[in-house]
Nanobody
Framework: VQLVESGGGLVQPGGSLRLSCVAS????????MSWYRQAPGKERELVAA????????NYADSVKGRFTISRDNVKNTVYLQMNSLNPEDTAVYYC??????????WGQGTQVTVSS
């Protein structure tokens, strides 16, 4: 099982990034996918989530209207489009695959730094 994130980097405030997470080794289309982030000295927090068929999404209040989660079950990939980034969005971003009751996988993370 692998989840490989990419797309992170350094961006100026107000800029945009698109994160990708490519999955392998499990039936991606059966899993609920989500993005989390962890800033230095803070707990890991849920950013956005999407159901297995992509029909339902939910977002943390702090990113609503700025971030969009989506998935492509043919490409086994989940995306996070991040717009209007601000320094408070600086964190390591992780994707997670989950299928209740007990299947859960994490990626290794990708760093996002928002700074001028």
């Amino acid at each position: 099982v692998q989840l490989v994130e990419s797309g992170g980097g350094l961006v100026q405030p107000g800029g945009s990034l698109r994160l990708s997470c490519v999955a392998s080794g499990f039936t991606f289309s059966s899993y609920y996918m989500s993005w989390y982030r962890q800033a230095p000295g803070k707990e890991r927090e849920l950013v956005a989530a999407i159901t297995s068929d992509g029909g339902i999404t939910n977002y943390a209040d702090s990113v609503k209207g700025r971030f969009t989660i989506s998935r492509d079950n043919v490409k086994n990939t989940v995306y996070l489009q991040m717009n209007s980034l601000n320094p408070e969005d600086t964190a390591v971003y992780y994707c997670k695959a989950e299928r209740p009751p007990n299947r859960r996988y994490w990626g290794q993370g990708t760093q996002v730094t928002v700074s001028s």
